[in-house]
């Protein structure tokens, strides 16, 4: 099995901008649903945030860079070979569910916000928090329109209902980290829940060579995936070339936490990444089990090498979210079908998978699927298909389109979606991308004539149900639908449009829409409207996550920082928000759900403040009283704490509490803070958080030279306001760094040179050019350093040792020194010593003593006197002259 490398986030400075052609974030929630009583006839929906305590509910990872994704096109690709530089045209989508969502955009080039609700990062852009200098969404919306060139000058306008941002650029490669680009790796947050998609093709062989994913949020992250196909699947009968989907067969891992170590098969370590950076896995067989220490997003890649072009893209959830029960509302189109693949991934056991479609009619079978196999099941026209083990063994399902009948080539109308368990449905879908043909223009191509609609919105109900669609300002009612009925939108409303971007999707069992149905909703290509060859064909598709009616999320932010460096670091108060958000249009009943948050990972590094907890509600904090009988005062952890209050709809309700970081903290730390929502008779909803936390600065630093003997300036202690040129070190190695010691990679250009204060340095270190760090005084002065760039070789270079302390202890010593002071006190004792000194002084008094001695002298002088006696003895000698 050959095994690629790893892309590293490496960390730039905002220096440029590309000119920014489309801009589309749609974001779309797949956390566990929660379920109520809905009343259809609102209006749009407007969720706005209260006393001013705006975070992110949801977190996305936007998956696969440019860089690893042209690997995968390039080993697709039967031409001579695509050419890097003329790059990856790129798309992200980004529909708006709620009025008054904010979204952050979380740039990779210039580093991660170590707290997004509150960003320093340069290039980090906020949509629709009434600020235009840092994002504006007037401008993305112009830019849509084919406006270059407008410019904000008032405040940022609200993002609302049913809105889609299109973010699209094309990025060249080998990537300059340079320029300021929309590409993967960034990371987007957003105050409620929302959809998001990433389309991408390379600019030599446009949309017939592209692929699209769905982006799941990071509550659908895990830490174990297994592969349900690979270049090893077979099919019955044998020689079938549905399989030749598969021979190519890639993992696309992304970590979203630093130190994050990737294992195949329960083998080494292949690989360590940090926060952003990715891992490709290439040649993965049938059943390959993936695992990694901290969570990850993983994309499953497949296609056949050599075609013209045959390629799907898959988010691929971890094996602790699969289940026993999948839908799927897409089918065979004519003679063009669609299959489903179930894994079955256990290692011992055998499952029975049933498959029902339209009015819950069970098709021949059930299918027995040995452990560790896979099974190909076919699909019927028109209707959506549903797929159940008989004895609860949980598996995993995708989808291949134009794959399903003999003489077939899978080269034309290729797509596919991974299946989401039914537990994962709700009543409510936002399309993240759902234009109808390539660019949104249908014109005539491939046997179809202009305004045919190419791609199209697959939907089923579970039940019978009503439809409610909403896209911008038309509403469209389809009543009367059957169980798993096959429904294609925008055909079967009154939607006129043929670009289905942002359009919301309701069900209820009854016409007046009380009582919600959950639904299975995907978007992709329909085969019958398509030809071969259409340059207006998307030969891709997705599947579309349900919106989640109750999401809870968890955001840190610098309290108080006593210390000013504007850091989290020991001794500054940090406060927590936990935040529930109720987006359906019912009231969820007080003691409904518990909020229990362990604390026990965050209190290593940190201490609760006594009586800082609350229950927020608007502009009103109830206050959570300390715990008198637990383990600990902290009342969240042994049991946690019911809502108090009914949570409205369309608002959210928060839990605060504050802890200080420890005071003995010595390295640089993740302090890590889990918890569980737990929701009565639905289940439960984890939330986490961690941010790197400090130990306190001293007030000076050493610098010293770049080089040793290189400086006209000795090495000497500097004081952390002074500027001194800047270079950092890394224990790990980054790509382009040098390592003149064992183990100790450093560099100067990062990129560009920098003269800055201690603190600037170490943010651009720690935080600009993570995993690095200032280097210590040790390693400059064995020239670790040298020669790392920007001629700071005859520089004083930052590092990271303390200078001397410049102030007294506040207590005395309760022990000696362990030798004497090598040079006198700078002012003489202000009291005598209570014992004579043991020793006689080296040399004379420079004064006479304050009074004559005690007793005399018991030897004479061996001097005699410079200066007669001012006044005459007492009593005469008693030996002559």
């Known amino acids: 099995m050959k095994l690629a490398t790893r892309s590293s986030n490496a960390m730039q400075p905002r220096h440029s901008h590309l000119l920014l052609l489309q801009l589309i974030l749609v974001l779309r929630a797949c956390t566990s649903p929660v379920e109520a009583t809905v009343n259809a006839g609102s209006s749009a929906r407007s969720l706005q945030a209260s006393s001013g305590n705006v975070s992110p509910v949801q977190t996305y990872f936007l998956p696969l860079p440019e860089e690893d994704i042209f ?38 080039e210039d580093g991660y916000e170590n707290a997004v609700a509150t960003p320093v990062q340069p290039s980090t852009e906020v949509y629709g928090d009434g600020d235009y200098t840092n994002g504006c969404v007037e401008k993305v919306r112009a830019a849509m329109a084919g406006n270059n060139a407008y410019v904000c000058s008032s405040g940022d306008a609200d993002l609302t209902e049913n809105e889609a941002l299109l973010f699209s650029n094309v990025v060249p490669l080998p990537r300059n980290a340079n320029n300021i680009l929309y590409d993967g790796r960034d990371i987007v947050y957003a105050s409620y829940p929302i959809a998001l998609t990433k389309g991408a093709y390379p600019i030599d062989r446009g949309s017939l060579l592209a692929g699209a994913t769905e982006i799941l949020d990071s509550n659908n992250y895990g830490m174990e995936f297994i592969a349900p196909v690979g270049q090893d699947t077979t099919t019955t009968p044998t020689g079938s070339t549905l399989v030749n989907a598969f021979r190519l067969t890639q993992f696309h891992v992304m970590a979203t936490k630093d130190t994050t170590e990737v294992s195949l098969n329960g083998g080494g370590v292949l690989a360590t990444l940090d926060k952003g950076d990715t891992y490709i896995v290439t040649g993965v067989q049938q059943g390959d089990r993936l695992t990694t220490s901290k969570p990850t997003q993983v994309t499953l890649i497949t296609g056949l090498p050599g075609s013209t072009y045959e390629m799907r893209w898959y988010a691929l959830l971890p094996t602790s979210r699969i289940s026993n029960d999948y839908v799927t509302p897409v089918s065979a189109d004519g003679s063009d079908g669609t299959g489903v693949w179930i894994h079955n991934p256990s290692t011992s056991t055998t499952i029975s998978v049933t498959q029902t479609g339209l009015n819950n009619g069970v098709l021949p079978g059930p299918i027995d699927i040995a452990a560790g196999a896979t099974h190909h099941f076919s699909t019927t026209a028109n209707e959506a298909s549903r797929f159940k083990s008989t004895g609860g063994g949980n598996f995993y399902a995708l989808t291949t389109t134009d794959t399903s009948s003999s003489g077939q080539t899978g080269q034309i109308y290729d797509w596919g979606h991974p299946l989401l368990p039914v537990d994962m449905l709700t009543s409510r879908a936002i399309v993240g991308w759902g234009y109808g043909c390539t660019d949104n223009v249908c014109g005539a191509d491939g046997g179809q004539s202009a305004g045919t609609v190419r791609s199209k919105v697959w939907v ?89 009616s109750i ?121 890590v803070n889990t918890g569980i929502l737990n929701i009565a008779g639905v289940g439960e909803l984890a939330f986490d958080n961690s941010i790197n936390v400090y130990p306190r600065e001293c007030p000076t630093h050493h610098v010293a030279c770049g080089r040793v003997g290189q400086c006209t300036q000795p090495d000497r202690v500097a004081s952390n306001d002074e500027v001194h040129e800047i270079r950092c070190c890394s224990d790990t190695a980054i ?112 004064k006479p003593s304050l009074g004559p001695s005690s007793a005399p002298s018991t030897d004479p002088s061996a001097q005699p006197s410079v200066a007669p006696s001012a006044q005459p003895s007492d009593m005469p000698s008693t030996d002559p002259s």
């Open 551 to 671: 999401s809870v999320s968890k955001s840190v932010n610098l309290y108080d920082d006593r210390d000013g460096d504007g850091l989290p670091s020991a001794g500054d108060i940090l406060e927590y928000f936990i935040r529930i958000t109720n987006t359906n249009v019912q009231p969820v009943d007080s003691s409904a759900f518990t909020i229990t948050d362990d604390a026990s990972l965050l209190f290593d590094k940190t201490n609760y403040e006594p009586n800082s907890s609350n229950y927020v509600v608007g502009s009103n904090e109830i206050e959570i009283p300390d715990d008198t009988s637990g383990s600990t005062a902290f009342p969240l952890d042994e049991g946690g704490v019911p809502n108090p209050v009914i949570l409205s709809p369309d608002s959210f309700h928060a839990v605060t509490f504050k802890v200080q970081i420890k005071d003995d903290l010595t390295t640089k730390n993740e302090a």
């Open 71 to 108: 690997q995968s096109f390039d080993d697709i690709d039967s031409g001579t070979g695509l050419t890097q530089a003329s790059g990856v045209s790129t798309l992200t989508s980004l529909a708006i569910a709620v009025s008054g969502t904010v979204i952050w955009y979380d740039h990779w």
């Open 735 to 846: 790509a382009g760094w040098p390592s003149r010691c064992t183990g100790i990679w450093t560099e100067s250009d990062l990129p560009g040179c920098y003269v800055d204060t201690y603190l600037e340095a170490k943010k651009i270190c720690e935080i600009n050019n993570a995993p690095s760090r200032l280097c210590t005084l040790n390693e400059v002065t064995r020239d670790c350093a040298r020669g790392s760039g920007c001629g700071h070789d005859s520089d004083l270079i930052w590092t990271s040792t303390c200078g001397p302390t410049e102030s007294p202890t506040s207590t005395p010593s309760t022990l000696p020194s362990e030798s004497p002071s090598t040079k006198p006190s700078a002012v003489p004792s202000r009291d005598p010593s209570m014992r004579p000194s043991s020793e006689p002084s080296s040399s004379p008094s420079q």
């Open 460 to 548: 089923a109900c579970m039940e019978s149900c009503n439809m409610k669609i909403t896209y911008n300002t038309q509403t469209a009612w389809l009543n009367n639908i059957d169980p798993l009925e096959q429904i294609y939108l925008p055909d079967e409303s009154s939607i006129t449009s043929q670009d289905m971007t942002g359009a919301i999707i309701e069900a209820f069992s009854t016409i007046d829409g009380t009582t919600p149905v959950k639904i299975s909703v995907s978007w992709g290509q329909k085969p019958a409207f398509s030809g071969s060859g259409d340059d207006y064909g998307l030969d891709l598709g997705t599947v579309v996550p349900p919106l989640p």
